[in-house]
């Protein structure tokens, strides 16, 4: 790793503490009453994600409106069409320091989530600052070496699909209890 990249890492890094340790309020969800949910995941390379669409087709049909956002990582801008349920974005989305630039977290945080899923299957520094600086009061995703991103971490290796932990995040969700308390 050269000199630059190592710079850039220490600076992502130092964001990503930042975001940490803004106080939220978590209210862990009943899922009969969510009506919003943010996915958040890498895109494969012909960004089909068809079995992502199915379980946000699922959703749909249970009243609860899904949010797709995929990273795209070879991607240099959006030449696909943006839609506010499905939304692409690469590099060209990025800032200095390899996190998602100004217009795309303002973009994210227009809109207020009941959850917010990472199904990031290795540790990934432009979705954990995405995870962390959506409006919401509960994250959920894999267990990561960053402690404190999501609210829900279920632990899972790295060949894990991202829909079989879409499916594992969902059921646990499907058998929790609400609760709210002030996390900082």
């Not at 998602?100 to 290795?122: C, G």
């Not at 432009?126 to 070496?145: C, E, H, P």
Request: glycine residues 4%; hydrophobic residues 40%.
């Amino acid at each position: 790793m050269d000199l630059a990249t190592k710079i850039k890492l220490y600076f992502a890094h130092k964001e990503l503490k930042k975001a940490l340790k803004v106080p939220r309020r978590v209210a862990y969800p009943n899922m009969s009453d969510v009506k919003n949910i943010l996915v958040l995941f890498k895109s494969d390379e012909n960004e089909r994600n068809e079995a992502l669409k199915k379980i946000v087709a699922e959703m749909r049909l249970k009243g609860q409106k899904a949010y797709l956002w995929g990273y795209l990582p070879t991607k240099k801008g959006p030449d696909t069409p943006i839609r506010p349920e499905y939304r692409l974005f690469g590099q060209g989305d990025l800032n200095h320091i390899g996190l998602p630039n100004k217009a795309l977290t303002e973009e994210l945080r227009l809109i207020s989530y009941d959850v917010v899923i990472s199904l990031d299957q290795e540790d990934s520094l432009v979705l954990d600052y995405l995870l962390l600086n959506a409006r919401s009061r509960f994250r959920a995703g894999r267990k990561r070496s960053i402690k404190g991103l999501a609210d829900l971490m279920i632990e899972m290796n790295e060949e894990t699909s991202a829909e079989y932990l879409m499916e594992q995040i969902l059921k646990y969700l499907n058998s929790i209890q609400p609760k709210e308390e002030l996390k900082s």
